[in-house]
């Protein structure tokens, strides 16, 4: 079953054998070879095995861009277990719902990022968590938090499993097992999280391969690796084409062009709102960019095209793209051949092993070329459903296989899907995906609120931004309610903006008219 599929624990260990003696990562001054990078994959797979983490178990991992993430990476997946990456701006309510309904029975965190104290969020949810009776161990990179294993224990740990047992453990890996949960924020309230299995890792090599990804490429890594995006189309994306990646921690712009310059980087990717970051910072301070060769920005809506059409002439082409969590990340990809208009007014042709329809929205009919409708998708990179979550799975997944986006798209005569938006109730916040319904219900919680709608607001940088609409029994202030928010939830949640109102604009059955809301948002937010 293996034979034509590649395994992600396997990546580290072709990459050394092609590729041995390459510049894999420099991360902070530190530099590894491939041959260096698996080495070090294969301890930290000795120390989860020591640690007694089976075939199938999950494993979630709570920590910045470091070189422990890629290691646990690739690590857990030699081990046959399942990643549950876990967003570094998830604060003790989110930490918590995550770890316990993903059923995780092992935490890898790192103990703080700057003012950030993860160890201290962990402390906090630790009661919910161990409430429910899955997590079993908890590893801290850095200070320990109580009852926890440090890092380098594990590793010491990881001595006494032979290189014969770890390759016993990893031989009985098949293609479709678990390989990673990728939670993502619905429009029904908390996060789900998306099954995925080893075959996308097919349409990542395929991809490296159209776009002309080589051992001479130099990619830019600071997008957030528990996104499908940095994990796939950087990450996985160097270490199956032999290429080294640069990896920061946070993204800062200055830093970013600062090492493409040192480093003599070919490869920059992000949204739009990282483009527009990182050509401000070009602007005010110039760089020699010159050894950029090609861009990944996923483009198409109207909002994206000035800065992707300024990002050909500052830096380099871009090639676009579409996917979601449930679908892989770039299962649409454009080419650096096609012209300037298909890579940024337009969102990529479906990859090899893709269908797209798009479809009515009312009748569900299948539309011609050029006609707008509901985005369904179909192949072997959709997730296999949402984790412990069989009725919203059904809502979105159909027995023959096919994926209801959300998402408002039309397919062009010349073949390339464009994205124009969501019909179903969501918010994209700086490229994170944000359930109003999920805001709505946190806010419900806090004493004096009766009702809440939550919309998006348009931001010059992240797109859109949450707004809040609350009706009050009490006299509550917006600082009241967002104060209760900041520290418990994750930052780009927090409503920017809470208009209280004296009753919410409904439909004759009571609906909540949101299309409404945003028109009152936009009138009176200044």
């Known amino acids: 079953m293996n ?23 420099v991360f902070e001054g530190d530099r590894w070879t491939y041959g260096e990078f698996a080495a070090d994959v294969d301890k930290v797979a000795k120390g989860l095995i020591a640690l007694d983490v089976k075939r199938g178990d999950h494993v979630a991992v709570w920590m910045t861009n470091r070189p422990e993430w890629l290691h646990l990476m690739y690590a857990i997946a ?25 059923e995780s029975k092992f935490l890898i965190a790192l103990d703080r990022s700057g003012p950030i104290n993860y160890g201290e969020m962990l402390v906090e949810a630790r009661e919910e968590i161990d409430k429910a009776g899955y997590l079993e161990t908890i590893v801290m990179v850095g200070e320990q938090i109580e009852d926890s294993v440090d890092w380098e224990a594990m590793l010491v740990g990881g001595e006494t499993i032979t290189d014969e047992k770890l390759e016993d453990r990893a031989s009985e890996i098949d293609v479709e097992d678990r390989m990673m949960l990728a939670y993502t924020s619905g429009t029904t309230g908390h996060p789900k999280g998306v099954i995925h299995s080893h075959k996308p890792i097919r349409n990542t090599y395929e991809r490296a391969m159209l776009l002309g990804h080589t051992r001479n490429d130099v990619h830019m890594s600071y997008l957030p690796l528990f996104h499908a995006y940095g994990f796939s189309e950087v990450a996985m994306m160097a270490a199956l084409t032999g290429a080294s990646q640069v990896l920061f921690d946070v993204f800062e712009p200055d830093v970013v062009l600062d090492a493409v310059e040192s480093e003599r980087g070919t490869v920059l990717h992000g ?35 000035p800065t992707a059409r300024i990002a050909q002439d500052v830096f380099c082409p871009t090639t676009s793209g579409f996917g979601m969590s449930e679908s892989w990340a770039f299962i649409a990809s454009s080419h650096i051949s096609d012209s300037q208009e298909q890579r ?20 569900g009919e299948i539309l011609a070329a050029g006609e707008p409708g509901a985005l369904f998708v179909k192949g072997y990179t959709v997730m296999s459903g949402y984790w412990g979550k069989p009725e919203a799975t059904a809502e979105v997944l159909s027995s023959d296989g096919w994926l209801d986006t959300g998402d408002v798209a039309l397919l062009r005569p010349d073949g390339h899907v464009v994205f124009i938006g969501r019909h179903k109730d969501m918010l994209k916040v700086g490229g994170e995906n944000v359930s109003p319904a999920e805001i709505e219900g946190y806010l419900l919680e806090m004493d004096g609120v009766e009702e809440v709608a939550v919309v998006g607001y348009p931001d010059a940088r992240l797109v859109e931004v949450p707004v809040a609409f609350v009706v009050s029994s009490t006299e509550l202030s917006a600082d009241d309610l967002l104060s209760r928010c900041r520290g418990k939830i994750a930052s780009f949640k927090i409503p920017r903006h809470l208009i209280f109102v004296e009753e919410m604009p409904a439909t004759p059955s009571g609906k909540i008219r949101k299309v409404e809301l945003r028109e009152w948002a936009l009138n009176q937010i200044d």
């Open 344 to 363: 940024i007014e337009a969102s990529g042709y479906p990859m090899y092993g893709i269908e797209f329809q798009v479809r009515d929205l009312d009748t």
């Open 78 to 102: 030699r081990v046959g277990a399942c990643i549950v990456p876990l967003n570094t701006r998830y604060r003790t309510d989110d930490v918590a719902y995550t770890v316990v309904q993903s």
């Open 271 to 305: 949204f739009d709102s990282h483009w527009a970051d990182l050509i401000r910072a070009q602007e005010q301070r110039q760089r020699d960019v010159s050894s950029l060769r090609v861009g990944t920005l996923p483009a198409g809506m109207e909002s994206t095209i």
């Open 3 to 25: 034979q034509d599929w590649l395994l992600l624990g396997d990546v580290p260990g072709r990459a050394a054998r092609l590729w041995r003696d390459n510049l894999a990562l």
